[in-house]
């Protein structure tokens, strides 16, 4: 969401508007920046910006190859099994959702035509009249029934069974309308619609080969673990419809591999390039960048039930020995945010911006080890590369300790199986959250103390209290009070270490147009193929 | 002469089934060992018990799994080589293309690199220490001790990005003519060879040079044979079982073992299903691939074992 | 190494010039590697530069890597994994291997068989599967991770030596010998061995190039050297982003693995005529 650079200000965002409107070069408007003190990694971003503040008028036409960063024979066309970004990418365009996030974070109608509440628990969903699916069939409340009511339902294995079981009663009014029933109030439901997972699929859909919805484009080809190709749908019912005549999408997992393609032009967009390729791609002309920060983040987790976690003062010293400005600058290359051990990211209107990170700190951290009386022990810390840069932050923390005589022994595992072997399980290991839209979501799944992933098992009947107030609350302000004092106590009582906010880049060919920021994540919250366009 | 090599295919062909069996069989025992299931990893960060259960019962795994596996053995034999787990698609469906687009990969690297590795492997024996034969020692382990991801890479940058010759990736499916096909095989059929054609060089060579020292050869050279006779002539009938296993063993590694090559220039073959399938604990896609794999492998080890038995009149 | 290579010197074994360069990079990356933490400028864990792919300079010999630590020390303890791991497992693999070919073909018959088939069953056994499963089973160590190497390439050993095996077997001295009554350990040692020496001892150092770049390859599946440690081929890949801006981080890994094997490879090939050669 943010793109803050350092030194950077508005008016300089201006001057290289102006600079470009005079027809600058490229290497002009570099030499422009380093006078202005930016750093040469950095002046990339701001381009792809000012490029984007230009750009012209939608073209219609051509055919967009795009590389995400993973794919596998588990790759699905089912919206509720969702679990990779390529599966996100393929549902978003070939299905809706009722809801979806504009780019501020703020829901906006899609299939639905509004949703209201009186009181946050009864729901009315008034549906679009004339969308039609790709096989001719139009759409009605029935098809809504049906694809929330699957999440319900264990044989489905949907991705977001937790969150969806608060629908108590979902059912039909009339051919366009539905009523949602949920177990308690919640303010949050038309943000909850906008995950990938609750797309609207036809009713009775069993086969996942392909795919019917009412996207904007049709799938022509899907072949899991290798492409997806999307053809234009004519009869998409928002006007005007998709830009591109064709895509294909799909994974290239090697971060040098996908870049490579990019910069030789057999594909005009790589998904979330590794930081230390920007100075590459900075070098080359013709490819831009586009940068989200969206609330991801790579925690180190120590259960407060397990040794080293239960001693007092262990997990304040870990929080004060974790360096987080040379995660951020050394093994992130600046590509995150300095994150406050509370998972509500600067994304989010929600986020506490008076809790400050905790100081990196080594002599405070050794006497609470001390008296924690670890000093000289050797503590495993599990890390894999499951967990995007888990394993860099550990030998941060290693070298750290090292200089105090604290001994952390880190162990690199499989990345295969990492979720179910150590996840949750060791007793101080590193996980990585995906972003969710709401503090609400991330408080129940992760903090609360029947939370199905409580990394850290934190328990708190208090904070228990305070989610369910603050879940009925609609009002915004008293809501974001609540919030903000349940970051603090995460911050200080959970075993949860979030030393920084992840930022994603994508990479794209000067080409392509259109492709914006959002707070779902990078490639446009993953719906970047109905909204682009190839100039030609 | 022809009767001992097809009793010999016959009892190997008999062999072969049992070690597909128990490699089946390993394999199965293998894949249970691991930690975590289909299930558990579909459902990934969400895979909460009760999810788990669920969606356990739903895709019918919970019956043991000897038993699923003995329904997906029985399958084979009619032709049916199951479902697999993660995206309920036909596993022969999955294998099909993907093991064409490999055969090709495979088939080509083998018509580049083995007559080149085999030809400079006799020649650097033919003439032992001249500069010629340290040079292709060299330059053989040279390029084979560079990681295979670094061949691949560097030859992405050249030829794709700076040159702008070549395509990064290698679309199989958009290949009409002769020179598209070039210009998507040239870079993963160069990778490929470098890496494997340096045991095939390295082993024709020491085998050469080891048969031109028996007393037989020996004795030819004192009847005033020339060199060049003497090696294709003499040398080479007698190195040519060792030599045919060193290339059969080189071979093996094309389908299985080229995951490097098939991500780095996003072509879709079987290797890179086979690591999928492992990753997602997909039993009749591990097992489908295994067996695969298994029946070329031993192809390729009977054929050269019949070769060298043909080769050496003593041995038939 | 040192020692052994003086006896041997005086027991006449000779080497040409371009053994004596493979031994010297041989034993070398020995020393370096014996003698890596006293000489490491910087703590391999250590980010020294706040620059990435750093260049070479005054501070840095070698420079940066992708986190800002400086290379030079990290291949100098890089050497103790990747010489020392790759030489053990090398040597069990191929002695065991060799062994068991040899005697697979003297004695022939079911023995030959029942080995030769259980070796190609365990090498149809795909190498990921194989490598989650000992991670998965017995953990992680440096004494695992070299026998699962050693167990990888032991196949490929066998059927090698087993195929020149089987030719010497036909020769007439063998028929001759096994005619006088010699025990299988006696043809083996005596008429076998020596006759296939050359051709083991190439594949030999081939299967140590092998295991060299395997090394990181397991490494990365979590079995095998931990961090802040790594060995050369995992720098290679940890810094393979830098190969764009032919970064030192990347080319310097990349030519300390190509000395070694290279060196072990002329060595090999220019063993002192009394070891590789069967006069005796």
């Known amino acids: 969401m943010t793109d803050k650079v350092t030194n950077w200000t508005g008016a300089d965002d201006a001057m290289v508007e102006n600079a470009i409107r005079r027809g600058a070069t490229r290497r002009e408007l570099l030499q422009l920046m380093l006078a202005g003190g930016v750093a040469a990694s950095a002046s990339g971003l701001i381009l792809g910006r000012a490029g984007s503040a230009m750009a012209a008028t939608p073209v219609k036409g051509g055919s967009l190859k795009a590389a995400g960063w993973s794919s596998s024979t588990a790759d699905t066309l089912d919206p509720a099994k969702a679990s990779l970004s390529t599966d996100y990418v393929r549902c978003c365009a070939f299905y809706n959702r009722l809801t979806y996030l504009d780019k501020t974070g703020v829901p906006q109608m899609e299939l639905a035509e509004s949703i209201d509440s009186k009181d946050a628990k009864v729901w009315i969903v008034k549906l679009r009249k004339g969308v039609t699916f790709h096989n001719g069939k139009t759409l009605s409340s029935a098809d809504v029934v049906y694809s929330m009511n699957r999440h319900l339902d264990k044989a489905t294995g949907s991705k977001v069974n937790s969150i969806a079981k608060q629908m108590t009663e979902i059912k039909a009014i009339d051919d366009l309308t539905v009523q949602i029933t949920l177990a308690n109030p919640n303010a949050d439901l038309p943000t909850i619609l906008a995950m990938h997972h609750f797309m609207i699929i036809a009713d009775g859909t069993t086969d996942f080969t392909k795919a019917n919805g009412t996207g904007a484009f049709t799938c022509e080809v899907f072949e899991p673990g290798a492409r997806s190709v999307g053809l234009r749908n004519a009869n998409y019912f928002k006007s005007g419809g998709a830009h591109l005549d064709s895509f294909e999408f799909f994974g290239i997992p090697d971060d040098s591999a996908r870049v490579n393609a990019l910069l030789s032009g057999d594909i005009q967009l790589a998904a979330a390039i590794n930081p230390r390729s920007i100075r590459l791609v900075e070098s080359q002309p013709g490819v831009v960048l586009s940068k989200t920060t969206s609330g991801n983040y790579t925690n180190l987790n120590m259960r407060l039930d397990m040794t080293p976690g239960d001693k007092a003062g262990f997990i304040e010293g870990v929080k004060h020995l974790l360096n987080r400005e040379q995660i951020q600058k050394s093994a992130l290359r600046g590509l995150a945010e300095v994150a406050n051990d509370q998972p509500v990211s600067p994304a989010s209107i929600y986020h506490n911006k008076d809790l400050k990170p905790k100081a990196f700190d080594p002599d405070k951290a050794k006497a609470l080890f001390q008296k924690a009386g670890l000093i000289g022990q050797s503590i495993p810390v599990v890390a894999s590369e499951a967990a995007g840069s888990s394993i860099d932050m550990a030998m941060i923390l290693q070298q750290a300790g090292t200089e105090i005589g604290m001994k952390f022994d880190v162990q690199r595992v499989p990345s295969d199986g990492y979720w179910s072997n150590y996840w949750l399980k060791a007793p101080m290991h590193f996980g990585n959250i995906n972003p969710r839209p709401t503090p609400d979501i991330l408080f129940s799944l992760l903090y609360a103390s029947d939370a199905p992933w409580n990394e850290s098992q934190f328990k708190s009947p208090k904070f228990d209290s305070m989610l369910i107030e603050a879940r009925g609350l609609l009002d915004i302000a008293k809501r974001k009070e609540i919030y903000n004092e349940m970051q603090v106590m995460i911050a200080d009582q959970a075993g949860t270490a979030i030393p920084v906010y992840l930022s994603n880049v994508d990479a794209i060919s000067a080409k392509l147009k259109g492709l914006e920021a959002n707070p779902l994540g990078g490639m446009m919250g993953y719906s970047f193929a109905e909204y682009v366009w190839l100039e030609a | ?316 | ?280």
Not at chain 2, 28 to 46: I, M, R, S, Y
Not at chain 2, 234 to 255: F, T
């Open chain 2, 1 to 316: 002469m022809n009767r001992h090599v097809l009793n010999l295919v016959l009892a190997r062909l008999m062999i072969a089934v049992i070690t597909l069996l128990i490699v089946s069989f390993t394999v199965f025992a293998a894949t249970v060992l691991l930690p975590g299931d289909v299930v558990e990893v579909l459902l990934g960060q969400a895979a909460t018990p009760e999810a788990v259960a669920g969606l356990r019962a739903a895709m019918h795994l919970d019956d043991p799994a000897i038993w699923r596996f003995i329904q997906w053995l029985g399958g084979i034999f009619t032709g049916d080589f199951g479902i697999s787990y993660a995206n309920n698609m036909p596993v022969a469906d999955l294998i099909g293309p993907r093991l064409a687009n490999s055969l090709k990969l495979a088939g080509i690297t083998t018509l580049v690199s083995v007559p080149v590795a085999l030809t400079l492997g006799i020649t650097a024996a033919m003439w032992r220490g001249s500069w010629f034969d340290r040079s292709v020692t060299i330059l053989s382990i040279g390029i084979v001790s560079v990681p295979e991801f670094m061949v691949a890479t560097s030859a992405v940058l050249v030829f794709a990005v700076y040159l702008k010759w070549l395509p990064a990736l290698s679309f199989a499916n958009e290949i009409h003519t002769f020179g598209q096909l070039l210009r998507v095989y040239a870079m993963p059929v160069i990778t490929l060879s470098f890496v494997i054609s340096a045991q095939m060089i390295r082993m024709t060579r020491a085998a050469v040079i080891d048969t031109l020292n028996t007393p037989y050869v020996e004795m030819a050279l004192l009847k005033g044979a020339s060199r060049k006779r003497l090696v294709l002539k003499h040398a080479l009938p007698n190195a040519l079982g060792p030599i045919v296993n060193a290339v059969a063993l080189s071979l093996s590694y094309l389908l299985g073992g080229v995951i490097i090559v098939e991500t780095i220039f996003n072509y879709p073959g079987v290797a890179k299903l086979m690591v999928d399938a492992v990753s997602t604990r997909d039993l009749p896609l591990i097992q489908t691939c295994a067996m695969l794999f298994c029946i070329v492998y031993l192809f390729l080890i009977t054929t050269a074992d019949i070769i060298a038995i043909l080769s050496n009149p003593r041995l038939r």
């Open chain 3, 1 to 280: 190494m040192v020692r052994s290579f003086f006896s041997l010197r005086a027991a006449g074994y000779r080497f040409n010039l371009v053994g004596l360069i493979g031994f010297c990079l041989v034993a070398g990356w020995a020393i370096v590697a014996l003698s890596a933490p006293l000489i490491i400028p910087y703590p391999i864990g250590e980010i020294v530069d706040y620059d990435y792919f750093g260049p070479i300079s005054g501070q840095f010999w070698l420079g940066s890597d992708y986190l800002g630590r400086d290379i030079l020390s990290r291949i100098l303890m890089g050497a103790r994994y990747t010489v020392g791991i790759s030489l053990l497992a090398v040597m069990i693999s191929c002695s065991v291997g060799v062994t068991l070919g040899m005697t697979a073909a003297v004695i022939g018959g079911w023995l030959d068989t029942l080995l030769s088939r259980f070796l190609d069953a365990l090498n149809s056994i795909p190498s990921k599967l194989f490598g989650l499963v000992v991670v998965a089973g017995i953990g992680s160590s440096i004494p695992v991770l070299v026998c699962t190497l050693a167990v990888i390439y032991t196949p490929g050993a066998y059927r090698f030596a087993r195929a020149l095996s089987v030719n010497i077997n036909t020769m007439d001295f063998v028929t001759v010998s096994r005619a006088r009554g010699e025990g299988t350990f006696f043809l083996i040692r005596s008429e076998i061995l020596p006759n296939i020496i050359g051709p083991v001892l190439a594949d030999l150092g081939l299967r140590f190039v092998f295991i060299v770049l395997l090394l990181s390859g397991l490494s990365f599946l979590g079995l095998g050297v931990q961090p802040p440690n790594a060995d050369w081929g995992a720098l290679v890949r940890e810094n393979i982003g830098g190969l764009p801006f032919g970064a030192p981080a990347v080319m310097f890994p990349s030519i300390a693995i190509a000395s070694l094997t290279i060196g072990v490879n002329l060595l090999i090939d220019n063993l002192p005529q009394k070891i590789r050669d069967r006069s005796q």
